[in-house]
Antibody, heavy 121, light 107 residues
């Protein structure tokens, strides 16, 4: 069974940093591009970032560009999101989502259950 | 960015009803349109890709149609497990964007 399990969320002060992880299982992790998508409380879905299967290509939403960094370790079947200079508006449930291809197609055939990030003093 | 607008934002329906949700893109997106189902506390689930292709394992009562700017998701006979929020999303260009969601509630 294909599974994605996020971790690393929590409460952080404005300006702080956090690193999210997403462990993939049940599929050949390196063969798929991966994404982060978030959902602020009471709001809709917002795409955050994507990375190709090899890790060579990365993409970011304008709202996080320069503050967030996506990476992956295919030897550990794990996706990461390093979040720096966090703001209150980054408060959201962060989902890890699999792209259906090695290259980034910007759609998501499998999602994790999410990890909560709260930015507050 | 391409704006995706869903209607209605919410609807009430009964088990067995036929339900239609519409999604409009602010520019043509060909058939680069996805539909997802979201339930509280659960991972979102892909229902439809390429506007009308049913994702593996999704019941055939779900169908999608449309191209260009106007799309629909239809549930032919609503089942108790279908009460959820549905989102459309375009993958035509970056950034991928979602509709605001349509909540399907029990009448």
């Amino acid at each position: 069974e294909v599974q994605l399990l996020e971790s690393g969320g929590g409460l952080v002060q404005p300006g702080g940093s956090l690193r999210l992880s997403c462990a993939g299982s049940g599929f050949t992790f390196s063969s798929y591009a991966m994404n982060w998508v978030r959902q602020a409380p009471g709001k809709g879905l917002e795409w955050v970032s994507a990375i190709s299967g090899s890790g060579d290509n990365t993409y970011y939403a304008d709202s996080v560009k320069g503050r967030f960094s996506i990476s992956r370790d295919n030897s550990k079947n794990t996706l990461y999101l390093q979040m720096n200079s966090l703001r209150a508006e980054d408060t959201a449930l962060y989902y890890c989502a699999r792209d259906p291809s090695h290259t980034v197609l910007f759609w998501f055939d499998t999602w994790g259950q999410g990890t909560q990030v709260t930015v507050s003093s | 960015d391409i704006q995706m607008t869903q209607s209605p934002s919410a609807l009430s329906a009964s088990v067995g009803d036929r339900v239609t949700i519409t999604c409009r893109a602010s520019q043509s997106i060909n058939t680069y349109l996805l539909w997802y189902q979201e339930k509280p506390g659960k991972a979102p689930k892909l229902l439809i890709y390429a506007a009308s292709s049913l994702q593996s394992g999704v019941p055939s009562r779900f169908s999608g149609s449309g191209s260009g700017t106007d799309f629909t998701l239809t549930i032919s006979s609503l089942q108790p497990e279908d009460f959820a929020t549905y989102y459309c999303q375009q993958s035509y260009n970056t950034p991928p964007t979602f509709g605001q969601g349509t909540k399907v509630e029990i009448k």
